[in-house]
């Protein structure tokens, strides 16, 4: 009852939900939070969500496995930051560039899956690296 109490005291004075101080998780290949802005495309989407097929078919329509995200990332980003190996893989044979780097921190592919713990996609990329 106390606490239904200050619910509604502090609903009532105007307090906020949106002005809560939330806790910045770092991505990892096991277990993430994803919270994607509107403003990422489908097929950035479709990586994140590991939907191998329509990142296929996207690519057939011509999407251009380089093209940065309104937040500076690449999809082979994304595909590393979630560990995404098929779809790295395929990005890789479509001409992506792993050595682009973000449009915000200046992060690579590479960096992005050692941040995340993507073990699978890190070796992946520094193979495609070496090649």
Do not use: W
């Amino acid at each position: 009852m106390k606490k239904l109490a200050l619910v509604t005291a502090l609903l009532f004075i105007g307090v906020s939900i949106s002005n809560a101080k939330t806790t910045k998780l770092e991505p990892t290949a096991e277990k993430t939070q994803l919270t994607v802005k509107p403003n990422v495309g489908p097929f950035c989407m479709a990586i994140v969500n590991g939907d191998v097929e329509t990142v296929k078919k996207l690519i057939e329509l011509g999407a251009d496995v380089n093209q940065k995200s309104s937040n500076g990332m690449t999809p082979a980003m994304f595909a590393a930051r979630y560990n995404r190996c098929e779809i790295l893989q395929l990005l890789i044979a479509k001409g992506a560039d792993l050595k682009v780097k973000d449009s915000k921190f200046g992060r690579t592919a590479l960096k992005y899956a050692e941040l995340s713990k993507a073990t699978k996609a890190h070796k992946i990329i520094k193979e495609a690296l070496r090649a």
